[in-house]
């Protein structure tokens, strides 16, 4: 049995991003390189292809960056696919491949007691091909520590919307810690556990029901949510935050819409 969380997930902060050649776009973009990206201009996101175990990869994986757009009711909103083609291989098919992402840029490395709302829109469809192994999350980082996404006392939060295939959470051999009923329309389940190749403590919150291809909410509300149930205290820094899709094989075409942002008080 093989649990994973997001380790590569470390190096999208801001922070990291200075160490690779930053490009700005606004035109549509297939990224397919082991660490591929654009960042958005007059707009809070990066579009991230993150195949951090591009090595065990048979086939392709792409992250297609599309337009951005404004919903009915206002809210900037950025249009995006993840096409994955990566064979079913014995000896890994309990290896995560990477991670299809856009990531925030804007508002990050700020307490959480400082944030007024993180309001999330996002919608997506899957068409799958054959049997596909992966998730759609939100992957938040969080540290008393500004900034700080890398060393063991981050903390890892991971809300799962939907998954399939098998892959489960790190901590999942330890059975559930906590419950959080009616949260986002659901009850959630806490799974924690810290990541061998890190040591970052990870908390993954899977639902009761999954999401159906739409999600709504202020994950402000997740937040807070982790702090009552004692992981941290509102003085700690939100230094990362993402949504995607982790894979680990199977020919799978995500699209999706996203409007995330921070928003202070």
Partial sequence: MFVHTLVPL??????????LTTRTTQ???ELCGDYDYIILQDAPWIVYNMLYNADEIVGTQCTNYGEMTTSANGTKE???SSVTDI???????????GYSFVGLTQNLETKISAIDSIPAEYSWTRTNTTPFKGNICFDFMTNDIKGDSTSSSSHELMLWLQYEGGQL?????????????DLFGTSWTLYEGVNDDSGITVSTLMPE???EGVFEG???????????????TEGTYVNVGNAGTEFFYGNSVMNSTLGLQINLD
């Fill in 169 to 181: 959470p790190i901590g999942w051999t330890d059975g559930a810690v906590a419950t959080i009923d």
């Fill in 78 to 80: 950025v249009i995006c």
């Fill in 87 to 97: 064979e079913y291989v014995e000896s890994t098919n309990n290896v995560p491949k």
């Fill in 218 to 232: 202020d994950l402000k509300e997740w937040l807070l949510a982790m702090v009552e149930l004692g992981r941290f």
């Fill in 209 to 211: 029901t999954q999401f």
């Fill in 27 to 29: 035109a549509s973009t």
């Fill in 10 to 19: 470390l190096f999208s902060s801001a922070l990291a991003l200075p160490t």
